[in-house]
């Protein structure tokens, strides 16, 4: 089984909030691990300290988190279009 850790860069255009995927071109089975996780604060989360964040409420915490950078195992046999998740920076194993 060939995998891809890729450095995953994902810019969300209201925090964290992920836009439509079509379950056929990449779903949760397709992603086997995320780590390294920095995530960068929107303005309105950068006044607040960690434990301050809306950890327990994602529609809050979507508008306190900019974006994140993560790295993670993708198996190319379930996602069609590999190329989204390659962005500058990607190690192919």
Known sequence: MKRI????????????QTQPVDTQLAGDA??????????YASVEGQKLKPWEYGWNDPAKLRTQIARCTCQ???DVKNVRDPSRYVTPGTVLK
């Not at 397709?30 to 995530?39: G, H, K, L, T």
């Open 72 to 74: 993670a195992d993708i």
């Open 30 to 39: 397709a992603i086997s691990r995320v780590e390294n996780c920095v995530c």
């Open 5 to 16: 850790t890729a450095l995953l860069s994902i810019l969300w255009l209201t925090g964290c």
